[in-house]
């Protein structure tokens, strides 16, 4: 996949009409509909403001939930409100996606405004990516600028659709993500080290995969570790484990050793005797959990291990935590890589999700080169697939 593409400096803009895909799929307050974070809101303003300043006249969409066709619950009006007091200006909003409503706004819309049209899954056509939908969002405008990388492997109307209706450049966002994911992927600065931790090696198996073709050191914890384990005839005790990927882990471990890949697995772990913050605990050596305790931490050995195999690095992705962060009594693995990551000078790219979660929770976000904004995509990106709403862009 080309990871080359168009950015919206790459356009004149000045004039035009731009249909801008963004992520504001923000979290509300279930009961007063108030929005709890606005992170995502103020990550789309660069190029919103960079449009504005250029003479685009800016009509923004996104959706919002899973909501079955119209539903008041998921309307995008408070986002245009917040969205309005972030940019000093109003918002106008549409009381639809490409009806009547939205066609009447988008028509008188001067440069340097702003629209955003209600919900794009209020309508049906959109997570079908359905040609009718799309058609009309994209008559609204000349340009369409894709800014919501957390969407972007989905084949919707309003990702990728659209696309095929106007020309379409990249945002500031996913101009960021393309720079530091694609170029992890397909030009690292080596040696090349992939973290990789979560629960389950089911979710992650097509990054294994991709990335033992590329990566120079793997290193795997979290709960996926005690399947390694397991398949290396270790004692789990009741951790986490995929009775069915056993022999795939072997084919991993083979292929690495196959290819002259470092393949790093705990060689100690922290036990507890339940799944809870205050459960009691005990570091075992690898494959000796006793029956009644799991895994819920990488030991300190491995910690050792994991930090040094960083230090060295040229490039670095993480994805998926060591252990089960959420409790500080199992949180040392993954704050320790961490730390070590915040003192490399290795390019630290973060790939969404939980490891985002935790960087952030645990105070290393600034340290870091680069967080990706989407946890699905970035997973996709990782195994190599093409993504729809990247696939859509102008190359370069």
Same mark, same amino acid.
């Given at each position: 996949?080309?990871?080359?593409?168009?950015?919206?400096?790459?356009?004149?803009?000045?004039?035009?009409?731009?249909?801008?895909?963004?992520?504001?799929?923000?979290?509300?307050?279930?009961?007063?509909?108030?929005?709890?974070?606005?992170?995502?809101?103020?990550?789309?303003?660069?190029?919103?403001?960079?449009?504005?300043?250029?003479?685009?006249?800016?009509?923004?969409?996104?959706?919002?939930?899973?909501?079955?066709?119209?539903?008041?619950?998921?309307?995008?009006?408070?986002?245009?409100?917040?969205?309005?007091?972030?940019?000093?200006?109003?918002?106008?909003?549409?009381?639809?996606?490409?009806?009547?409503?939205?066609?009447?706004?988008?028509?008188?819309?001067?440069?340097?405004?702003?629209?955003?049209?209600?919900?794009?899954?209020?309508?049906?056509?959109?997570?079908?990516?359905?040609?009718?939908?799309?058609?009309?969002?994209?008559?609204?405008?000349?340009?369409?600028?894709?800014?919501?990388?957390?969407?972007?492997?989905?084949?919707?109307?309003?990702?990728?659709?659209?696309?095929?209706?106007?020309?379409?450049?990249?945002?500031?966002?996913?101009?960021?993500?393309?720079?530091?994911?694609?170029?992890?992927?397909?030009?690292?600065?080596?040696?090349?080290?992939?973290?990789?931790?979560?629960?389950?090696?089911?979710?992650?198996?097509? =990054?294994?995969?991709? !990335?033992?073709?590329?990566?120079?050191?793997?290193? *795997? +914890? #979290? $709960?996926? /570790?005690?399947?390694?384990?397991?398949?290396?005839?270790?004692?789990?005790?009741?951790?986490?484990?995929?009775?069915?990927?056993?022999?795939?882990?072997?084919?991993?471990?083979?292929?690495?050793?196959?290819?002259?890949?470092?393949?790093?697995?705990?060689?100690?772990?922290?036990?507890?005797?339940?799944?809870?913050?205050?459960?009691?605990?005990?570091?075992?050596?690898?494959?000796?959990?006793?029956?009644?305790?799991?895994?819920?931490?990488?030991?300190?050995?491995?910690?050792?291990?994991?930090?040094?195999?960083?230090?060295?690095?040229?490039?670095?992705?993480?994805?998926?935590?060591?252990?089960?962060?959420?409790?500080?009594?199992?949180?040392?693995?993954?704050?320790? =890589?961490?730390?070590? !990551?915040?003192?490399?000078?290795?390019?630290?790219? *973060? +790939? #969404? $999700?939980? /490891?985002?979660?935790?960087?952030?929770?645990?105070?290393?976000?600034?340290?870091?080169?680069?967080?990706?904004?989407?946890?699905?995509?970035?997973?996709?990106?990782?195994?190599?697939?093409?993504?729809?709403?990247?696939?859509?862009?102008?190359?370069?």
């Amino acid at each position: 996949m080309n990871y080359n593409k168009k950015t919206v400096k790459d356009v004149d803009v000045k004039g035009k009409k731009v249909l801008l895909r963004c992520d504001f799929n923000v979290p509300q307050d279930k009961v007063t509909g108030e929005i709890t974070s606005d992170k995502r809101i103020k990550a789309a303003l660069p190029t919103i403001q960079y449009l504005l300043d250029n003479g685009a006249a800016v009509i923004a969409c996104s959706h919002l939930g899973k909501p079955k066709g119209v539903d008041p619950k998921f309307t995008l009006a408070p986002v245009a409100v917040r969205l309005g007091e972030l940019l000093g200006k109003d918002v106008i909003m549409a009381k639809d996606v490409a009806g009547d409503d939205a066609k009447a706004k988008a028509a008188a819309l001067q440069p340097g405004q702003i629209m955003l049209l209600e919900n794009t899954r209020f309508e049906k056509g959109e997570t079908k990516n359905d040609p009718e939908l799309a058609k009309a969002m994209a008559s609204m405008a000349d340009l369409f600028v894709s800014d919501a990388f957390g969407s972007v492997h989905r084949a919707h109307a309003s990702t990728a659709g659209v696309a095929d209706y106007l020309p379409a450049v990249s945002g500031f966002l996913i101009q960021k993500e393309l720079q530091f994911l694609g170029g992890a992927i397909s030009n690292p600065k080596r040696p090349l080290v992939a973290i990789l931790g979560g629960s389950k090696v089911s979710s992650k198996i097509g =990054v294994i995969n991709n !990335l033992l073709e590329i990566a120079d050191t793997i290193i *795997i +914890g #979290g $709960g996926m /570790s005690y399947t390694f384990s397991a398949a290396r005839g270790g004692k789990v005790g009741d951790s986490l484990l995929e009775k069915d990927w056993l022999d795939y882990s072997n084919d991993m471990m083979k292929k690495a050793a196959d290819k002259g890949v470092k393949f790093l697995l705990p060689v100690d772990t922290v036990a507890a005797d339940k799944y809870a913050p205050d459960a009691n605990s005990q570091v075992v050596r690898d494959g000796e959990i006793p029956d009644g305790w799991m895994g819920l931490d990488i030991g300190p050995e491995t910690i050792k291990l994991y930090c040094d195999a960083v230090a060295g690095a040229g490039t670095v992705i993480w994805n998926g935590p060591m252990g089960v962060f959420e409790f500080p009594a199992f949180a040392k693995g993954t704050e320790a =890589v961490a730390d070590a !990551l915040s003192k490399t000078s290795a390019i630290t790219v *973060i +790939g #969404g $999700g939980d /490891s985002a979660a935790a960087v952030e929770q645990l105070g290393y976000a600034d340290k870091m080169t680069h967080i990706s904004t989407g946890g699905g995509a970035s997973l996709e990106f990782l195994e190599g697939k093409e993504l729809p709403g990247v696939a859509c862009l102008l190359d370069a």
